[in-house]
C-alpha cells in the first residue's frame, strides 16, 4: 500500500510539473492582470511577429489534383497552423460565413485551436460594411454607406453599426474592418464609391464616427479605413497601383 501510494502521488506530480511551467505561471499571471507589458515580456520575436498577421482561410486544397473548397468547418491542418504559429487574428470572408450557426461553430473552433498553444485570443475579423461590402451570408441586409449618409441623419449611422455589431457579437467576431471613412472625392472611384458616406468631410467624419459608436457599443472593435487618399482614386486597389497626387494641403484639409 506504501509503494502504491508513492507511486500514485510521484505520477500525479509528473502530470503537474508536464502540464505547467514555472513560465507558464508568469504569463498566467500576466493575462490575469491584464498587463500588456507583462505578455509582451514573456513573448519570443517569432510571437511577437505573428502576433502581428491575420491569415485568412477562404478556401483550401482539396486531394492532390489542384482542386480547392470554401472553409466552412475546421479541419485539422488549419487547426495545427493555427497553434503552431499563435497568430494575432483570422479573418472572415463570404465563403466562410454562408450560415449562421456554421459560422458560430467555426468561429468557435478557430478560437479553441489557438487557445491549444496560445493564452491570447485570437481578434476574429471580418469586412462586414453593409451594403456592397456585406460577407454574413444570412445577416441583415442594410443599405450602403452612402444611402445613410443621403438621410442626412447620423443616427442612422449609429444603428447601422449596432445591428451590426450586435450580429457579430453573437457570432463571436469581435473586430470588424468597417467603417469605411473614405471622401469619395473622385467620381470615378471604382472601388469605394458608394462605400463611402459622401464626398463632404465633415459629413464623412461625423457619420464615420456614429457608425463606430454604434459597433463600439456591441463590444465590437472598430478600424476605420481606408483613408486618407483612397476615396480619390481612379483604379482599384485590389488590382492595380493606383497614386493619390494631391498635395499635402489638400491631405489635411480634406482627408484628415
Given at each position: 500500500?506504501?509503494?502504491?501510494?508513492?507511486?500514485?502521488?510521484?505520477?500525479?506530480?509528473?502530470?503537474?510539473?508536464?502540464?505547467?511551467?514555472?513560465?507558464?505561471y508568469?504569463?498566467?499571471?500576466?493575462?490575469?492582470?491584464?498587463?500588456?507589458?507583462?505578455?509582451?515580456?514573456?513573448?519570443?520575436?517569432?510571437?511577437?511577429?505573428?502576433?502581428?498577421?491575420?491569415?485568412?482561410?477562404?478556401?483550401?486544397?482539396?486531394?492532390?489534383?489542384?482542386?480547392?473548397s470554401?472553409?466552412?468547418?475546421?479541419?485539422?491542418?488549419?487547426?495545427?497552423?493555427?497553434?503552431?504559429?499563435?497568430?494575432?487574428?483570422?479573418?472572415?470572408?463570404?465563403?466562410?460565413?454562408?450560415?449562421?450557426?456554421?459560422?458560430?461553430?467555426?468561429?468557435?473552433?478557430?478560437?479553441?485551436?489557438?487557445?491549444?498553444?496560445?493564452?491570447?485570443?485570437?481578434?476574429?475579423?471580418?469586412?462586414?460594411?453593409?451594403?456592397?461590402?456585406?460577407?454574413?451570408?444570412?445577416?441583415?441586409?442594410?443599405?450602403?454607406?452612402?444611402?445613410?449618409?443621403?438621410?442626412?441623419?447620423?443616427?442612422?449611422?449609429?444603428?447601422?453599426?449596432?445591428?451590426?455589431?450586435?450580429?457579430?457579437?453573437?457570432?463571436?467576431?469581435?473586430?470588424?474592418?468597417?467603417?469605411?471613412?473614405?471622401?469619395?472625392?473622385?467620381?470615378?472611384?471604382?472601388?469605394?464609391?458608394?462605400?463611402?458616406?459622401?464626398?463632404?468631410?465633415?459629413?464623412?467624419?461625423?457619420?464615420?464616427?456614429?457608425?463606430?459608436?454604434?459597433?463600439?457599443?456591441?463590444?465590437?472593435?472598430?478600424?476605420?479605413?481606408?483613408?486618407?487618399?483612397?476615396?480619390?482614386?481612379?483604379?482599384?486597389?485590389?488590382?492595380?497601383?493606383?497614386a493619390?497626387?494631391?498635395?499635402?494641403?489638400?491631405v489635411?484639409t480634406?482627408?484628415?
Amino acid at each position: 500500500m506504501k509503494i502504491s501510494g508513492i507511486i500514485s502521488v510521484t505520477v500525479s506530480l509528473l502530470a503537474v510539473s508536464i502540464a505547467q511551467t514555472p513560465d507558464d505561471y508568469v504569463m498566467d499571471d500576466c493575462i490575469k492582470c491584464q498587463s500588456v507589458k507583462c505578455i509582451l515580456s514573456k513573448m519570443t520575436v517569432e510571437e511577437k511577429i505573428t502576433q502581428k498577421m491575420i491569415p485568412e482561410f477562404r478556401s483550401w486544397s482539396v486531394g492532390s489534383c489542384g482542386a480547392t473548397s470554401s472553409v466552412t468547418v475546421m479541419n485539422s491542418e488549419i487547426a495545427s497552423f493555427l497553434a503552431k504559429y499563435k497568430f494575432g487574428g483570422a479573418i472572415l470572408f463570404a465563403p466562410n460565413t454562408p450560415q449562421t450557426q456554421q459560422t458560430l461553430v467555426l468561429v468557435d473552433d478557430i478560437q479553441q485551436a489557438n487557445l491549444q498553444t496560445n493564452k491570447i485570443p485570437l481578434l476574429i475579423t471580418i469586412d462586414q460594411e453593409g451594403g456592397a461590402v456585406t460577407r454574413l451570408g444570412q445577416g441583415t441586409m442594410l443599405p450602403g454607406n452612402m444611402a445613410v449618409g443621403a438621410t442626412r441623419n447620423p443616427n442612422y449611422a449609429f444603428q447601422t453599426g449596432q445591428v451590426i455589431g450586435e450580429e457579430l457579437s453573437a457570432l463571436g467576431i469581435n473586430t470588424d474592418h468597417s467603417p469605411d471613412a473614405d471622401i469619395n472625392t473622385n467620381p470615378l472611384n471604382p472601388v469605394i464609391n458608394v462605400r463611402s458616406f459622401g464626398s463632404d468631410t465633415s459629413l464623412v467624419a461625423e457619420y464615420a464616427t456614429q457608425y463606430y459608436k454604434g459597433l463600439a457599443s456591441k463590444n465590437i472593435i472598430a478600424t476605420a479605413k481606408h483613408f486618407p487618399g483612397h476615396g480619390d482614386t481612379s483604379a482599384d486597389t485590389h488590382v492595380l497601383l493606383p497614386a493619390a497626387t494631391r498635395s499635402r494641403e489638400y491631405v489635411y484639409t480634406h482627408e484628415l
